[in-house]
């Protein structure tokens, strides 16, 4: 038995189809949460001149949750249980590659500003993922986020997150 197990799986076996399914279903039933309960918090009932502004994200919140207990229950007693493989944890770490770094450049926007962050984004990718030289990463990386700012900045006249740096500037 563990003989053909380790045939069906590789070592490097990690997600199933049905872990994913049922990991996707709690985290749907988690929004239809939160979206019932901002829909109530809001008014989710019908006021003398219509539905209140929380009367269809309550409904719709509701209809997630119950689609999400079905598919988990499903996924759990169903007859046809999928347990092929999702995703290998060697190609998982490839999505991590990219989905880690997106994140920080999201969080580090908020603290050094959209354009020094994508400056390091940018040229952190240019060089880990292509191995450019450095000459072409600053020129690429600066290059783009100036031009960002002169585009939203200065001609579109529309204020994007700003850090230290700019703020030294006069921006």
């Known amino acids: 038995m563990k003989q053909?197990?380790?045939q069906d799986r590789p070592h490097s076996a990690w997600l199933t189809y049905h872990a994913v399914e049922a990991i996707?279903?709690?985290?749907?039933?988690?929004?239809?949460?939160v979206m019932m309960i901002d829909g109530y918090?809001?008014?989710?009932?019908?006021?003398f001149d219509g539905p209140e502004s929380g009367y269809f994200p309550f409904r719709t919140g509701a209809i997630l949750c119950i689609s999400s207990v079905v598919v988990f229950l499903r996924?759990?007693?169903?007859?046809?249980?999928?347990?092929?493989l999702f995703v290998s944890w060697d190609r998982f770490k490839k999505v991590?590659?990219?989905?880690i770094?997106?994140?920080?450049?999201v969080l580090a926007?908020?603290?050094i500003g959209?354009?020094?962050?994508?400056?390091v984004f940018i040229g952190g990718f240019m060089r880990a993922m292509g191995k450019f030289s450095w000459l072409k990463i600053i020129l690429i990386s600066v290059g783009i986020s100036a031009a960002l700012f002169w585009m939203f900045e200065i001609q579109f006249k529309v204020s994007l997150p700003k850090g230290p740096l700019e703020s030294l500037l006069g921006y």
């Open 4 to 6: 053909k197990q380790t």
């Open 24 to 33: 996707t279903a709690a985290i749907i039933f988690v929004v239809g949460v």
């Open 41 to 47: 918090r809001i008014g989710m009932g019908w006021a």
């Open 75 to 84: 996924t759990l007693f169903g007859k046809h249980r999928n347990d092929n």
């Open 96 to 99: 991590l590659y990219v989905l």
């Open 101 to 105: 770094p997106t994140v920080l450049y």
């Open 109 to 111: 926007t908020q603290f």
């Open 114 to 119: 959209i354009y020094v962050a994508s400056v």
